[in-house]
């Protein structure tokens, strides 16, 4: 078994940064057991000896408040971490010194690393780092992660810990004084009353947070045969300490292990120089009064056009290319249901898969750009005030915003929303926002039934539909399911720091490969289902394929000009698609879950098929680009326009043939908007909110509020005289 | 140094210095705000309010930090010269 370091340290101390040096490609990405927070770890190897990191998420302390907060408390806590790397921002020691005050009470070696330290002496300050070590009780090595400068002294260091040498270690506690230390040894003597508590975790460590009102460690208590004789100690300390020294349990703790903090700094670093750092003089520019909101949205449309707009090419190339390849495929193989596994099932799925990953690893590429280089904090520092009113966070508005372009990578870009609850309510919010593959149904739709002013303003009307109503329920979700106290808004704006591309392009990496892994299943196997329902059992019967192939063949042998045989060709296509999918699992689903539907798409019950709208809105489940292609199936029309004519065959047969109204038909944008996320989307939030739960609650509200406003409308529009 | 009576910090200007005398938050919130520096005695300046006037941008211990104006009403401050 290698020796496990955990990696500990506040979050801006470029700790992942550092676990990379160390790491270099050989990590691994997961999920901590039960909760969302990512846990990265890796080996090294050093002159012969391998060593496990475990990188920790960053905290500010081990107060167990949060969800980062308790994984890192709990796997320092554990026998698995043998142990603690601790990284301090040597730039802003004291307040990284707090988090060290904690870790050396667990018990095991700490080794420091002094990170950034050419920060630091840009600053003016300069670090005694034998004194520090002297007052610390264990090794220092400085470090500048992102130059690499002293990984190879951690290296060396580490791996002799890992040998068992004890260098330069010796047991340091913080001094609580004499009135705490008195009522600590005499919590600590009620805790080991109970060994199994005491072996559990030091003794002092967990007085030390009975003493802090933690709630963690009072469960633990509670769960103890010794718990009333610890909770009455427990309230005689606080008896005797609150009125003695005027503050109660938590503030003297905490003030203690500041003044330890503030006295070692005073000891071992010189003040910094009063000039105006760089951060500074950036940030009188970007988040100036008058100008921080323009410098904002100017980021944020680079950000959008680099996603969405660049990113778009590529996307085009795979799209293009698996349809090539289907119809490379189709052309090659004989008609039947391999084929059409093959050709309509599995080479559309992985095509939905891939064609996400331009996007979301371009989109996650200048996320992690934006929050390394510490303008992420300003961005949320900027729009806060908005998106508070709106019951979210500050950094929900860039996945917000995102979610226009596509809500897949913009649910993924809801991870740099540190508290749980605003994460989650922002993900699932989001799926409300229009993004651009519903736009292509609004377009069919609207150009179809509206004049084209007006089919560009019922558009924009979508898109702020969409928005709007991802504010409301956001309200609406804060104040119902996540109604609980509402975490601080207490936000660090670390200093601006040039990221160091190689962690940039590592974090790419894995997101798109956690997509690949995660989603990418779950989407997969969600297009074969579809496919599935909208083939069988038309694609097995025999006679159908058999007329099919005998239709083509008397084309062939006409030998008509190429142009006029492929046209025949393809409309014979057509047809024979048509009548596997209109006689398909999915139809007669659409023809039961119809009358449903009817209020909204049928409310005159002037239209036999409305069922039909009901299979491309099934299909719309696997990604909403496939609606338009799959009414083109039903209503055997081509969706390209021929030349000179301003309609596509859809669009005429879906003015003149499938009864829908102006009315109904923005009904069914409406409710095209809000019914469901895409099968991406539905993935991607299973996996970042940890669980099934979140994605079937977001089908399910979508669903309702889809029909409902959707409803509204037909009603709505009938009272004002629309048809 | 300072005689003048506490006030809470979301009533300092830019550029107002102030000395932490207590925290009035309960639970999670005391807990973070006393994690990040507001300690009894310790010297804090404003730097900025955010262009829409809420939060606040302070320097406290060397650093950076922003608060909205909820968890800055709950902290009190004397004004320092």
Known sequence: ?723 | MTQNLPISLSLLQPGDQAEVVLVQAHGQVRQRLLEMGFIRGVRLRVEKLAPLGDPMELVIKGYHLSLRREESACILVNRVA
């Open chain 1, 1 to 723: 078994m290698p020796m496990v370091i955990a990696l500990a340290g506040n979050p801006n101390c470029g700790k992942t940064t550092l676990f990379n040096a160390l790491t270099g490609a050989r990590h691994h990405v997961g999920n901590w057991p039960g909760v969302t927070v990512e846990r990265r770890s890796g080996t090294f190897e050093h002159e012969g000896s391998t060593l496990e990191v475990v990188d920790l998420p960053g905290t500010y302390s081990l107060a167990a408040r949060s969800e980062d907060e308790r994984v890192a408390a709990q796997f320092l806590a554990a026998p698995e971490a043998d142990l603690v790397l601790n990284v301090l921002d040597a730039s802003n020691l004291e307040r990284n010194l707090y988090l060290s005050t904690q870790l050396l009470e667990l018990g095991k070696p700490v080794v420091f690393v002094l990170n950034m330290v050419d920060d630091a002496e840009n600053r003016g300050v300069q670090i005694d780092v034998p004194a520090l070590e002297m007052l610390l009780g264990g090794p220092v090595i400085p470090t500048v992660g992102n130059r690499e400068q002293g990984i190879t002294d951690l290296k060396a260091m580490l791996a002799a810990m890992a040998r068992g040498e004890q260098l330069r270690c010796r047991r340091i506690t913080v001094d609580y004084g004499h009135d705490i230390e008195g009522e600590l040894t005499k919590l600590e003597a009620e805790i080991c009353r109970d060994e199994r508590l005491e072996a559990s975790m030091p003794p002092r460590w967990l007085a030390l947070q009975l003493l802090e009102n933690n709630a963690d460690a009072k469960r633990r208590v509670t769960e103890s045969h010794a718990s009333e004789a610890i909770s009455h100690q427990l309230s005689r300390s606080f008896a005797f300490l609150e009125p003695h020294l005027g503050a109660d349990g938590a503030t003297l703790v905490a003030e203690r292990r500041y003044g330890f903090a503030h006295g070692l700094v005073k000891e071992v670093a010189t003040a910094p120089d009063d000039r105006l750092t760089p951060t500074s003089r950036l940030d009188a520019v970007l988040t100036n009064r008058v100008a921080g909101i323009p410098i904002f949205l100017g980021v944020l449309a680079l950000v959008y056009s680099l996603s969405f707009i660049l990113g778009k090419i590529p996307q085009d190339w795979i799209a293009e290319g698996f349809k090539a390849l289907a119809g490379f495929a189709a052309a090659r193989l004989p008609a039947g249901e391999l084929t059409s596994l093959l050709v309509d099932g599995v080479i559309p799925g992985v095509s939905a898969v891939i064609v996400f990953m331009p996007v979301i690893m371009i989109l996650m590429g200048c996320i992690a750009f934006l929050e390394d280089t510490g303008y992420m904090a300003r961005a949320a520092f900027i729009m806060d005030r908005l998106m508070h009113l709106m019951g979210l966070h500050g950094k929900s508005f860039i996945p917000l915003i995102m979610g226009s372009g596509c809500n897949v990578p913009a649910i993924q870009a809801a991870r740099t929303i540190e508290n749980r609850q605003d994460r989650l309510i922002t993900m699932l919010v989001t799926p409300l926002v229009s993004c651009s593959a519903r736009l292509q149904v609004y377009i069919v739709i609207a150009g179809t039934f509206f004049t084209p002013v007006k089919a560009a303003l019922a558009i924009i009307a979508m898109h702020f539909l969409g928005l709007g109503l991802a504010v409301v329920m956001g309200r609406v979700l804060r104040s119902s399911l996540f109604s609980g106290p509402s975490t601080p808004f207490v936000m660090e704006l670390p200093p601006y720091r040039l990221p160091v591309m190689k962690a940039t392009l590592i974090h790419m990496w894995e997101k798109g490969s956690i997509f690949l892994t995660r989603a990418g299943t779950t989407i997969f196997a969600g297009a074969t289902l579809v496919w599935f329902l909208s083939r069988y059992p038309g694609i097995a019967n025999r006679q159908w394929t058999a007329e099919y192939q005998q239709q083509r063949q008397a084309v062939q042998v006409l030998n008509l000009p190429p142009s006029e045989s492929e046209e025949r060709l393809r409309s014979l296509q057509l047809m024979h698609e048509s009548r596997i999918v209109n006689t398909s699992l999915a139809a007669r689903l659409g023809q039961k879950v119809e009358p449903l539907l009817r209020p909204i798409l049928d409310p005159d019950h002037k239209r036999p098929e409305a069922w039909k709208d009901v299979i491309a809105l099934t299909a719309g489940f696997v990604a909403k680009e496939i609606v338009v292609s799959t009414m083109a199936v039903i209503h055997q029309a081509s969706e390209e326009p021929k030349t000179g004519e301003l309609l596509s065959p859809l669009q005429v047969a879906l003015r003149d043939g499938s009864g829908l109204t102006p009315l109904t038909a923005l009904a069914f944008m409406v409710f095209t908007l809000i019914y469901t996320p895409c099968l991406g989307t539905i993935a991607m939030i299973r996996r970042e909110a940890g669980s099934w739960k979140w994605a079937i609650f977001t089908v399910g509200y979508g669903l309702a509020l889809g029909w409902g406003l959707a409803w509204l409308t037909v009603v709505a529009g009938r009272w004002m005289g629309f048809a």
